[in-house]
């Protein structure tokens, strides 16, 4: 059933003269297994939202439904929520706090009341999804690299076997290549688990590679919410709201203003080159 959010608002510093509006009046469903990209400048609302997705923040006003029951009742179990909408924070290191990593990722499910040797099956499980070297299995999560830290971080989310997963500006901080393989991983998670994923970001070329749904937020709202193709059509008004389409989408209207007759609603690197093939004759090549 997924997530259900209706009319929401969250204010921050409420009731005093600091007071600031970071949700206003949004409602919006999450269905199962999705892939959204929810994008937005910084102080749009992004990190606030997921964060009430899973009982983290409690909205000012409104509900958030979980497969039909409101999060904030008073007989919900908001532990099994945070087991089933996992978020891994922006900055890995609010989230890796143990002597190692294996240990760290063993965390939540030793949370979750299993035993020492089940805890341990799902970490290895988890690491190993991951990608993350055994030889780090031992190493204190702080000395670990950007990504290793990311991973770490996913890991331990995966551990407790979420249903939704929901990620705060994964790729943030990490070179192209780094970038590219944690993307890769969260995709090929979603494929293989067959599980909802939240993928915030405020990069466009980020999202367009993997998402088949995008949210997009200013000013506390969703103010778009449909397929990557549809939301892109909208580029002066993303560019109003600080944001970019992505580069293939320029590239592809600027072809298109130069006499080629392509297809600009494309949005990966393999689909453009194939459209440009098919108007090779236009090139004169």
């Known amino acids: 059933m997924g997530i259900k959010v209706d009319d929401i608002c969250f204010l921050y510093e409420r009731g005093t003269a600091m007071q600031v509006r970071a949700l206003d009046h949004i409602s919006v469903e999450i269905p199962d297994d999705q892939f959204i990209g929810l994008i937005g400048h910084t102080g749009s609302g992004k990190s606030t939202f997921v964060q009430t997705l899973n009982g983290l923040l409690k909205?000012?006003?409104?509900?958030?439904?979980?497969?039909?029951?409101?999060?904030?009742?008073?007989?919900?179990?908001?532990?099994?929520?945070?087991?089933?909408?996992?978020?891994?924070?922006?900055?890995?290191?609010?989230?890796?706090?143990?002597?190692?990593?294996?240990?760290?990722?063993?965390?939540?499910?030793?949370?979750?009341?299993?035993?020492?040797?089940?805890a341990r099956s799902r970490a290895i499980e988890a690491l190993e999804s991951v990608k993350m070297s055994k030889s780090l299995y031992k190493a204190s999560p702080f000395d670990l690299s950007g990504g290793e830290k990311r991973r770490a971080a996913i890991a331990g989310v995966l551990a407790m076997r979420p249903k939704i997963l929901i990620l705060d500006e994964p790729t943030a901080g990490l070179d192209p290549r780094g970038r590219d393989e944690i993307l890769g991983l969260i995709a090929e998670m979603k494929k293989e688990r067959n599980m909802t994923i939240i993928l915030v970001s405020h990069s466009m070329d980020d999202v367009a590679r993997y998402v088949d749904r995008i949210m997009v937020m200013g000013g506390g709202k969703i103010l778009y919410d449909d397929e990557p193709v549809k939301v892109f059509r909208h580029v002066k008004e993303l560019e109003d709201l600080g944001l970019?389409?992505?580069?293939?989408?320029?590239?592809?209207?600027?072809?298109?203003?130069?006499?080629?007759?392509?297809?600009?609603d494309v949005l990966r690197v393999k689909e453009a080159a194939a459209e440009i093939l098919a108007h090779r004759r236009e090139l004169h090549v």
């Open 59 to 118: 909205v000012t006003s409104g509900h958030i439904y979980y497969n039909g029951e409101d999060i904030d009742g008073e007989k919900f179990d908001r532990k099994k929520l945070r087991s089933d909408v996992g978020l891994v924070f922006q900055y890995p290191e609010h989230q890796l706090f143990e002597v190692d990593v294996i240990t760290d990722v063993c965390f939540g499910p030793k949370n979750l009341g299993l035993s020492e040797s089940e």
């Open 244 to 264: 970019a389409a992505p580069q293939i989408t320029y590239v592809m209207k600027l072809l298109k203003e130069r006499g080629l007759d392509v297809n600009t």
